[in-house]
């Protein structure tokens, strides 16, 4: 009786899980709500209504927790209104989010995808718009944050990885934020992630400079290049003076 019994356990067990796993995907209810909420900041992220950006991306994420461009989006408003904590814990959350829809994705990787090609189409609406409101900047973060979207739905089925662009966010709101340290760590990984990232290359360069790492500092400079960023005259020229 006893294998039986432990059979029935297992069976009721496996009848349970189900449910759980499927509750932590937005029902498509919720998930239309917060797209809506989505798109309402997108505009006035573009229109540097950061303050009003944050407050829908927010609501967003309260209708669809694994909402990962809500997150990010919700980073960069709070980097814009210079509330660097508070970028940090937004980045950190798209972070566990993605890492939730990487695990969902092995037993519900149609749901999954489909809610990533939301995502990526949302983000090519927000590039067209950041380019026709005159927002170069901007538009060019969002084309590395849409490559890292395209990136991760391709690559559901190897090793979770956090997006290099999300990693470099996290990186500049801890450099804001004092934290020298951490700023370091995040921008480390997101190069290891991507080694194309050249604003991450040179946000490095920086951090060597500032710790008289020259040598450390110029080869970070050459990869930054290499990527085709640009890096300013004035760092190269700081690193040289460094014995």
Known sequence: MKPRRVLVVVALLTQLAAPITAQQLASDQ?????????????????????EKAAAEFTKAIEKDPLMTLAHYQLGQSYMSLQRYASAIKAYNDCVKASETLFQLGASNRFEVEKRRDQEIQEMRDSIVALQRAGHPLLATKAEQHLRDLENERSHLTQTFRPQPEVLLALGSAHFRNGDR????????????????????????????????????????????????????????ADIKKLN
């Open 181 to 236: 340290d951490s700023a370091l760590a995040e921008w480390r990984a997101a190069v290891d992630g991507n080694p194309k990232l050249g604003e991450a290359h040179n946000n490095l360069a920086v951090i060597y400079m500032m710790t008289g790492k020259k040598t450390e500092a110029e080869n970070a400079v050459k990869l930054a290049e290499k990527a085709g960023f640009r890096v300013n005259p004035q760092l190269k």
């Open 30 to 50: 919720d998930r239309r709500a917060a797209l809506e909420f989505y798109r309402k900041g997108a505009e006035l992220m573009t229109a540097e209504q950061f």
